[in-house]
């Protein structure tokens, strides 16, 4: 799907979303065309514990849990390992949004490493959603100044 934005509306996108590369490269007062895809991960436990949880899917984005959610507790960390067309993603903003009780609070937990890890608190039992977004510029010089984002969630729950 595409988005065409006003020049500081994307501005303040890119601040938010910590795409500090793009918004360094965003000439100011320049109207922005996103071109962008999602890739959700979900994972759900029927029965036995199993090294599933780890499988790399192969999306453009994809979170990749380094330890089985599903055995831990609040106080534990969840090792992340966060790939872009299957190598490891440096430097991408990651947030964290948690129901222990009532609405989600999303907040901001850091930054992929050099090698694309990152470590997630985990505070609290309930549903989690991780999310990230990498961008690039369009591939396609038909489409001009246009940008490409690839977002990813992963989603789990801690009992």
Request: hydrophobic share 40%; net charge negative; aromatic share 8%.
């Amino acid at each position: 799907a595409y988005i065409d934005q006003e020049p500081e509306k994307f501005r303040d996108y890119l601040k938010q979303e910590g795409l500090t590369d793009i918004l360094a490269q965003q000439q100011p007062g320049q109207p922005a065309r996103e071109r962008y895809s999602k890739y959700a991960k979900a994972l759900i436990q029927s029965e036995a514990s199993d090294e599933f949880f780890s499988h790399v899917v192969g999306f453009m984005l994809e979170i990749v849990p380094e330890k089985n959610p599903f055995a831990l507790h609040a106080g534990d960390e969840l090792p992340i390992l966060v790939l872009v067309r299957g190598k490891p993603a440096a430097d991408l903003q990651i947030e964290a949004a948690s129901a222990h009780i009532g609405p989600a609070e999303v907040k901001v937990i850091g930054r992929t490493d050099a090698t694309g890890h990152a470590t997630i608190p985990i505070t609290g039992p309930g549903k989690w959603r991780l999310h990230t977004i990498s961008m690039h510029k369009c591939s396609d010089p038909t489409l001009g100044q246009c940008w490409e984002s690839f977002w990813a969630s992963l989603t789990f729950e801690i009992r």
